[in-house]
């Protein structure tokens, strides 16, 4: 098992900058693709950006390209998500996570980011 936890959140104006951060319990965090996700209450969990095992390959909803950047470090069994002009749409609980095969598939706790207008 990998235990996830994110850091970062918090509350920001309308324009302003976040960055997010997922530190991996185990050093295999390279052997998992991984992404980040978030949820509003009332509402489904959607896909926020993903990133392949090495960091080549990264992918983003059309909501957030051009603003979020994902990254990882695998030395250091981390993952980022840069936010910037962030806007009041983008306030959610965002969440880690890393999956591997179809088998393992693990998420962080979550954590709050508020944009206010």
């Known amino acids: 098992q990998i235990q996830l936890v994110e850091s970062g959140g918090g509350l920001v104006q309308t324009g302003g900058s976040l960055r997010l951060s997922c530190a991996a319990s185990?050093?295999?965090?390279?052997?998992?693709?991984a992404g980040w996700f978030r949820q509003t209450p009332g509402k489904e969990r959607e896909f926020v950006a993903n990133?392949?095992?090495?960091?080549?390959?990264?992918d983003y909803a059309d909501s957030v390209k051009g603003r979020f950047t994902i990254s990882r470090d695998n030395t250091k069994s981390m993952m980022y998500l840069q936010m910037n002009a962030l806007k009041p749409d983008d306030t959610a609980v965002y969440y880690c996570?890393?999956?591997?095969?179809?088998?393992?598939?693990?998420w962080g706790q979550g954590i709050q980011v508020t944009v206010s207008s």
């Open positions: 185990r050093r295999t965090f390279s052997l998992y693709a």
């Open positions: 996570n890393v999956v591997r095969g179809v088998i393992y598939d693990y």
């Open positions: 990133i392949d095992r090495s960091g080549a390959r990264t």
